[in-house]
């Protein structure tokens, strides 16, 4: 038994596994052949991988109030490399994860003049990169308190993170600060210091 449904599902496999390799423009098409005798059809596919695509850059659109190398340490589609679907859409889904970036979308434009290059283009909605909470208390034995607290998640456009805590009544008064590097290593390895 072939339904649509499984046909469907063998092109995309194939296209998303030419797709690991380089071949991300691969044609995969359904081919229905028919035996009169037995009435049975068959549908091969023919496979066109096409040439191998390799990536000359990738650009960061609609952001202006975050550092560049930001984006790249979550992309892991390379430029140079040959561009595969799976390490696109993992870069897309690792940005999409910012928590100062709402939505991201990407696209490839072919390179004019040649038929192996590619540029790669990610356009980012930022979302909002702050927030601030405040509080009031009350209590028989401590009296009127308060807290407030400021959470910045992209400090000056570099990705760390910048929270600031304050919480006090008559009695004490407590202040934290803290910064977080999430790469303090190239191995993604973060700081809170």
Excluded at 36 to 53: C, F, K, Q
Aim: proline share 4%; aromatic share 8%.
């Amino acid at each position: 038994d072939i339904s649509r449904k499984n046909v469907t599902g063998a092109q995309e496999g194939i296209t998303q596994r030419l797709g690991l390799d380089g071949y991300a423009l691969a044609k995969v098409d359904p081919v229905p052949t028919t035996d009169d005798a037995t009435h049975v059809v068959g549908i091969p596919l023919l496979v066109e991988p096409g040439n191998r695509v390799y990536v000359r850059s990738i650009n960061y659109n609609g952001t202006t109030s975050v550092n560049d190398d930001v984006f790249r340490r979550e992309t892991r589609q390379l430029e140079g490399g040959f561009l595969s679907n799976v390490l696109l859409d993992r870069s897309k889904q690792l940005i999409q994860r910012l928590p100062f970036v709402d939505k991201v979308d990407s696209s490839t434009t072919p390179v004019a003049g040649t038929t192996d290059l590619v540029d790669v283009d990610f356009k980012i909605k930022e979302g909002l990169p702050g927030q601030f909470n405040g509080g009031v208390t009350w209590s028989e034995t401590y009296g009127l308190g308060l807290q407030a607290s400021i959470v910045h998640t992209n400090f000056m456009g570099t990705g760390d993170r910048v929270a600031f805590n304050a919480d006090g009544n008559r009695y004490s008064k407590d202040y934290s600060f803290s910064l977080t590097d999430p790469y303090a290593t190239v191995n993604g390895v973060s700081r809170t210091v």
